[in-house]
């Protein structure tokens, strides 16, 4: 599993490890990693031109110390001190000493060309102490080095997004690496933030030991899903293994059925049951899956069922309205998507005592929560956390990385970075929809079979080839089960 930790928590465990620790030790440990970070990075550091932007706090300093690092190893180094009277004054002499030299002060003219030679740009320009977005000297210098197109390395985070919900007010770096120390901050692993990060390192600076055990956000690894994925058994037959009841599709939309199909046979159920009024719809589903077992409503009589996943491009008529009510009276856990969510009674949905999944997209959020698509995407980690609380439900928030928020809101949002843009097409939610409920027929808890099925949906698009559609997606699950598991 891969944690993330509050910036408050991060301060408190820092304290206390400090207390233990020589003065600076800490600071040293993290800019020799970021050293050995820019070194992998540059390839070549004798002769290499850095340029550090330092702002007046801790990471400036880890900046210069690093920069330091690199200047005794050959690399010409010149640091921007965006406020020269508050920079690390340890740092500023290790940079000096190691021969490199510092330039700070207004004019941005030269720094155009300064930064345009440069092979690197490390951004020490603010970290876990940032307030808002970027000052307007941060902004004239980023926009230098947007320009001058030279790969930046961020220190701890990519200065002017929020460690601890990931939102970005106004400007904030584009960095194609960031080294961050001791622990994640959730910031790193949600968008809008996690785009301006490039690939994420972790420097082990020994914190670990003073950090608590909950986490705030936590990450899904293979191992964990292979330890979560339901695996038959000598003594299993399909309905132990798990039936999952599937009602999705209409006359207008026969695809969303058979797609959600697809995902549910492979998402590890024994069996899946598709429940659908329109007969030409249940025709192409068995014509397609000659596997599925067939029915029609009421739920209640629609045969053994243990999970149930309701949604998908039903349209919007009475009679779709009236099944996913009744989908929702049984005592099951269930999925409910696309269609479904606004369908839905969210009065009926808090008041169920099964599981319940919701998996919206960040427009069918908003309308959950009353709001503008934008604001859903600019706050995602506020608005699952919201969206949980206002129905009682355990909330999957689609999107490049996806999060669930469990329905108890004291376990960590789980945060899914195996997506791809590539799953921006057409019908990939329905293939999702069914595979999470397979999960949850198999007997996985919401927040698992949530979390699992997006971390192998994502992982299957990225096995199948691009240009994909979701019944790539929903063939290439299994490869994504077999890369998990071996
Ligand atoms: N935690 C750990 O275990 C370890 C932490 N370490 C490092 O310490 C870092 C934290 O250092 P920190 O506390 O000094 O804060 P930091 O991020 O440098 O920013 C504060 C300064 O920035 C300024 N400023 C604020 N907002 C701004 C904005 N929007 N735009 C521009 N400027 C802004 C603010 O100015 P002021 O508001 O005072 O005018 C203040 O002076 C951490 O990220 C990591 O790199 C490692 O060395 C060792 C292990
Ligand atoms: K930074």
């Known amino acids: 599993m891969r944690y993330a930790y509050r910036v408050e928590t991060v301060r408190t465990a820092e304290r206390e490890l400090m207390a233990r620790l020589p003065e600076g030790m800490l600071m040293r440990r993290a800019a020799a990693g970021l050293a050995a970070a820019c070194r992998g990075l540059l390839g070549r550091t004798y002769g290499a031109r850095v340029v550090l932007l330092v702002g007046s706090g801790d990471n400036g300093g880890d900046a210069l110390y690093a920069g330091a690092e690199l200047a005794r190893r ?210 192409q589903v068995i014509r397609r899956f000659p596997e599925t077992l067939l029915t029609q409503g009421p739920v209640r009589r629609a045969g053994r069922v243990q999970a149930w996943a309701v949604g998908s491009g039903l349209g919007d008529g009475s009679a779709a309205r009236e099944l996913v009510a009744d989908v929702l009276t049984a005592d099951l856990p269930v999925l409910v998507d696309a269609d479904g969510l606004r369908l839905m009674d969210v009065s009926a949905v808090r008041e169920r005592t099964a599981p319940t999944v919701l998996t919206p997209h960040a427009g069918e959020a908003a309308a959950l929560l009353g709001r503008g698509r934008e604001e859903v995407e600019a706050a995602r980690l506020a608005s699952v956390r919201e969206l949980a609380e206002l129905t009682g439900a355990t909330v999957l928030l689609k999107g490049s990385t996806t999060l669930v928020a469990d329905a108890d809101r004291t376990k960590p949002v789980r945060v899914n970075a195996t997506g791809t843009g590539w799953l921006a097409t057409a019908g990939s939610g329905d293939v999702l929809s069914g595979a999470v409920g397979s999960l949850l027929a198999a007997g996985l808890d919401a927040l698992d079979a949530a979390s699992v099925g997006a971390y192998l949906h994502g992982l299957a698009a990225r096995h199948a080839a691009p240009p994909l559609t979701a019944m790539d997606v929903a063939h290439a699950l299994p490869h994504a089960w077999q890369s998990v598991t071996n």
């Open 74 to 283: 050959g690399a010409g180094v010149t640091a921007v001190l965006l406020s020269p009277e508050r920079a690390h004054e340890g740092g500023l002499r290790a940079l000096r000493a190691a021969g490199g030299r510092a330039v700070g002060g207004v004019p941005s003219e030269p720094y155009a060309e300064l930064i345009g030679r440069a092979d690197l740009v490390v951004d020490g320009i603010v970290g876990i102490g940032g307030k808002g977005g970027l000052r307007p000297v941060a902004v004239e210098l980023t926009d230098l080095v947007r320009d001058a197109g030279v790969p930046v390395v961020a220190v701890d985070l990519p200065s002017g997004v929020d460690a601890d919900t990931g939102e970005v007010n106004g400007q904030a770096v584009r960095a194609g690496a960031t080294v961050t120390f001791g622990t994640y901050k959730p910031g790193l692993l949600v968008d809008p933030a996690h785009e301006h990060t490039g690939a994420v390192r972790l420097v082990d600076i020994g914190l670990d030991a003073c950090l608590p055990r909950a986490a705030d956000m936590e990450a899904l690894q293979h191992a964990d899903v292979a330890r979560l994925l339901p695996r038959p058994g000598a003594e299993s037959d399909k309905y132990r293994r798990g039936v999952v009841g599937v009602a999705a599709g209409s006359g207008t939309y026969p695809g969303a059925a058979v797609l959600a199909v697809a995902g549910a046979l492979r998402g590890g159920a024994g069996a899946v049951r598709y429940l659908g009024e329109s007969e030409s719809v249940r025709e």
